[in-house]
């Protein structure tokens, strides 16, 4: 029997009321990452939190349960496998489906970053 092939992805408020999961927005369809290395996904959670995204959990998870929740959502799921280098968008959206703090309003605005602000962070990424 073949395991279950396992991937981690990106939660935000993991084991809570308001969890939320780590999409990117290609063209008008939001997509899951489904990182095959931990180390890659803890990488680009730590990217994320340059751009000013509270702390993300990585979580490893069944490809065929994302996949499962990705059709129930109408998302799409990339498989990002190991070694490939990801980067977070540039821009963020400026509304989030889900909350960093339940008291908090629904709209997070991404602070304007200057050019070297964001060459700054890209390459903090890297390290």
């Given amino acids: 029997m073949v395991a279950p092939k396992r991937v981690f992805v990106l939660l935000f408020n993991a084991g809570t009321e308001n969890e939320g999961i780590h999409t990117i927005r290609i063209g008008d369809r939001n997509t899951v990452l489904m990182f095959e290395s931990q180390d890659d996904a803890t990488r680009f959670g730590?990217?994320?939190?340059a751009q000013d995204f509270p702390e993300p959990t990585v979580e490893e998870m069944e490809a065929a349960e994302i996949e499962e929740f990705c059709l129930g959502a109408d998302y799409d799921a990339e498989l990002i496998e190991e070694g490939m280098l990801a980067m977070p968008p540039e821009t963020n959206v400026e509304k989030l489906d889900w909350q960093a703090d339940a008291d908090e309003t629904d709209e997070t605005q991404e602070p304007e970053l200057s050019d070297l602000d964001r060459i700054r962070?890209?390459?903090?990424g890297l390290l």
């Avoid at 730590?46 to 939190?49: A, G, K, N, S, Y």
């Fill in 121 to 124: 962070r890209q390459l903090e």
């Fill in 46 to 49: 730590v990217m994320l939190e």
